[in-house]
Antibody, heavy 120, light 108 residues
Framework: QVQLVESGGGVVQPGRSLTLSCAAS????????MHWVRQAPGKGLEWVAI????????YYADSVKGRFTISRDNSKNTLYLQMNSLRAEDTAVYYC?????????????WGQGTLVTVSS | DIQMTQSPSSLSASVGDRVTITCRAS??????LAWYQQKRGKVPQLLIY???TLQLGVSSRFSGGGSGTDFTLTISSLQPEDVATYYC??????????FGPGTKVDIK
C-alpha cells in the first residue's frame, strides 16, 4: 500500500535551517510528481512546493521562495524540503503528498506530517 | 495568482440534511479542482478531483460540480462522520496550487 512517512521536524531557532524528509513506499516513486503542503496550528492548508517526477521542474509558494528548496532522490524513494532562514510564521505541520496520475493533479496520498516549530 | 474562496466558512446542519459548499476561483480553472476532507487531528483526504470525479473509496453521499470559476461540493445526507473541515484546491498550471480557506461542517 502507498505510504509516505515524513521526518526531520522539531524546534529550531529563527534564522536557522532544517531539512525534512519524506520516505515513500508502495508505488513507483520516480513516476510521480510530489508536493509539500503545510498547516499552521489551527489554520488552513497552505501549498508550499511541487517537484516533477524527474526533478526537472520545481515551483514554490511566494511565502517560501528563495528560502526553501524541494528535491528528491529517486534511488532512495525520498523527497526532501530544505528550509533556510526559518521564521516564526513557518511554524506548521508539514505534509508530503503525492499527485495522482499526470503532472498537475489532485493529491491522493498524504503523509502523517511532521511538526516544525520556529521559536527562540 | 488565482485566489480561491469558499462559502460559507462554517455551517451547522442536522443529520440527513443536504449540505452544499461553494468554492470560487478568481479566474477560470476549467475543471482542475479538488476537494479534501480533514477531520479534527487527522490528515487531509482526497474526496473529489476534476471537479466532479469521486475518489476511489469515497462515499457516494459526496458529489462535486462546476467548471470555470464556480464549484460546489454537496453532501446528499449529512452523517455524523462527515463532521470535518472541507477544502477546495485548484491544480491547473501555472502554480501556485492554492487551497481555499476551508469550510467547517458541524452537526446541529
Amino acid at each position: 500500500q502507498v505510504q509516505l512517512v515524513e521526518s526531520g521536524g522539531g524546534v529550531v531557532q529563527p534564522g536557522r535551517s532544517l531539512t525534512l524528509s519524506c520516505a515513500a513506499s508502495g508505488f513507483t516513486f520516480s513516476s510521480y510528481v510530489m508536493h509539500w503542503v503545510r498547516q499552521a496550528p489551527g489554520k488552513g492548508l497552505e501549498w508550499v512546493a511541487i517537484l516533477w517526477f524527474d526533478g526537472s521542474n520545481e515551483y514554490y509558494a511566494d511565502s517560501v521562495k528563495g528560502r526553501f528548496t524541494i528535491s528528491r532522490d529517486n534511488s532512495k524513494n525520498t523527497l526532501y524540503l530544505q528550509m533556510n532562514s526559518l521564521r516564526a510564521e513557518d511554524t506548521a505541520v508539514y505534509y508530503c503528498a503525492r499527485a495522482r496520475g499526470a503532472v498537475t493533479n489532485a493529491l491522493d496520498y498524504w503523509g502523517q506530517g511532521t511538526l516544525v516549530t520556529v521559536s527562540s | 495568482d488565482i485566489q480561491m474562496t469558499q462559502s460559507p466558512s462554517s455551517l451547522s446542519a442536522s443529520v440527513g440534511d443536504r449540505v452544499t459548499i461553494t468554492c470560487r476561483a478568481s479566474q477560470g480553472i476549467s475543471n482542475y479542482l479538488a476537494w479534501y476532507q480533514q477531520k479534527r487531528g487527522k490528515v487531509p483526504q482526497l474526496l473529489i478531483y476534476a471537479a466532479s470525479t469521486l475518489q476511489l473509496g469515497v462515499s457516494s453521499r459526496f458529489s462535486g460540480g462546476g467548471s470555470g470559476t464556480d464549484f460546489t461540493l454537496t453532501i446528499s445526507s449529512l452523517q455524523p462522520e462527515d463532521v470535518a473541515t472541507y477544502y477546495c484546491q485548484k491544480y491547473n498550471s501555472p502554480p501556485p496550487f492554492t487551497f481555499g480557506p476551508g469550510t467547517k461542517v458541524d452537526i446541529k
